[in-house]
Every structure is written in structure tokens, then in C-alpha cells.
């Protein structure tokens, strides 16, 4: 099954909307007026772990890695890691996640992104959601803006749209 399968027997629902956080490296960046905007997919390491589990609890926590591709299946352009903590159990279920993405070539450097995720604990489906830029080091130093993340098959298709 897809890479939300697994977190979902761990954590139920909350996982299923950390999934699409995962992000991706810059594809074909194009310089934005005073900025970047790109497009990259990701793709998770496995990481083992996560059987049935029972309903997620404020206070769980789980991680996550992917490897990040200029296009799917493509020349890798760095990788990322996440950390997730579950803040809001039932119906909906709120998942706060941060991570830190590193990326290779031009552009290149370090970048810092967090979101809130809903989900809806009937519906195994993420929907496309926009994620916070913090921050960024490199090619990304005090980069600002956000993140459009799309699940796409086996990947997450994520749109970039930073500024300085």
C-alpha cells in the first residue's frame, strides 16, 4: 500500500495527514521576482515500525524521512525530516508538524517549514494542504513563504513559493 498505510496502523488518522508533509528539492527553479518557486516530489525512506495501533492520543509523536527528487523517479535533490506530535484527538484529529528540508544544487541550502494538519478520521485520503517556510539557510537565507503539498501516487508533489 502507500507510505500513509504504515503510520496509519501506528497512529491511526493523524498519519494519514502527516504524509503530505514530506517535501521535495528543487526541480527546475525559477527565479521569482524576489525569490524562488519550484516544484519537487518526495518520496519516504522506509523506516519500519507501526503495527495496529490503537486511536491517536494529544502527546503522540512520530518521524518521518524522504528522499527528495527533481521529478518522480528522477536525480535526487536532497532529503528532509520531519517530526509530528499529535495535539488534538477525535474528530478532527490535529497533527503539528516541523521539518527541515536539505537541498542540493542550485538553489541550495537548508530550509525550515511547519504546518497544522486536519484530519478527518473516516476518510483515509489527504487532501492538498499549504505548509509555512520558517526560515532557511544558503541559497534559502530568510526565505519566507509556503509550501503547496499534493499527494501524487506514491510520492508528494510539492510546490515552492519563497521570498527573501
Known sequence: MTRS???IGALGAATVAAVAFATVAP???A???DGFEFTLYAKEVPGGGGGPGAQPKPGDSFAF????FRTKGGDKAGRDGVSCTVVRAGDPVDVLCVGTFVLNGGPGGQLTAQTLLT?????EAQ???????TGGTGDFKDARGWIRSTPDGDYSRMEFHLTR
Open 5 to 7: 498505510s504504515r503510520r
Open 27 to 29: 526541480a527546475a527553479a
Open 31 to 33: 527565479p521569482a521576482a
Open 65 to 68: 524521512a524522504d528522499d527528495l
Open 119 to 123: 484530519a478527518d478520521p473516516s476518510n
Open 127 to 133: 487532501a492538498a494542504f499549504d505548509i509555512a517556510v
